[in-house]
């Protein structure tokens, strides 16, 4: 009987001592993505679109830089008040603004003249003047890329969003 309970203890140590490693381990992988799962950080911008003609159309700042694995939440404030002088916000992949312009033109007032394309990142409904319109979204990778409005004749509306 000795033996028999000494050979059941033991059987019983060595299940609980498994089981106590196993829960730890469970434990740091919990730990670690609860870690990586942390909010991110919000980092709130304000961005002007100003001008009253089309010579004078512009956003203000046209440089922005950001820290990486952020939130934005980017405000756009359309100053113009001249009739017709509608803005958007639309964060692309550098060197892509012409293009998602063009293809902005063709997907129409309808669609906000923002175009289904993986090269757009992140984009405000069109402002009428004095309007403020607000987006949030996670930062791109590291690099630079620019915002554009894709209101027809704006192309000359750019800047750079350089996240670091």
């Given at each position: ?13 060595s ?41 004078e ?12 694995n ?5 405000t756009l404030k359309n100053e113009?008040s ?7 916000f639309?964060?692309v ?11 902005g ?12 394309d ?25 690099g ?21």
């Amino acid at each position: 009987m000795k033996m028999s309970n000494n050979i059941i203890l033991l059987c019983l140590s060595s299940i609980l001592f498994s089981c106590n490693s196993m829960d730890s381990t469970k434990i740091d992988s919990i730990t670690k993505n609860t870690e990586n799962n942390k909010p991110k950080e919000v980092i709130e911008i304000s961005i002007v679109a100003k001008g009253e003609s089309m010579n004078e159309i512009a956003f203000e700042p046209n440089v922005l830089t950001i820290a990486s694995n952020t939130r934005i939440k980017l405000t756009l404030k359309n100053e113009s008040s001249a009739a017709g002088m509608l803005h958007n916000f639309v964060l692309v992949e550098l060197g892509s603004g012409k293009e998602i312009s063009a293809a902005g033109l063709r997907a129409g007032k309808a669609k906000g003249f923002i175009p289904k394309d993986d090269r757009v990142i992140a984009y405000t409904k069109l402002s009428n003047m004095g309007e403020t319109v607000t987006v949030e979204f996670d930062t791109p990778p590291k690099g630079s890329y620019h915002y554009i409005c894709t209101y027809p004749g704006h192309i000359s509306m750019i800047g750079r969003l350089n996240v670091e």
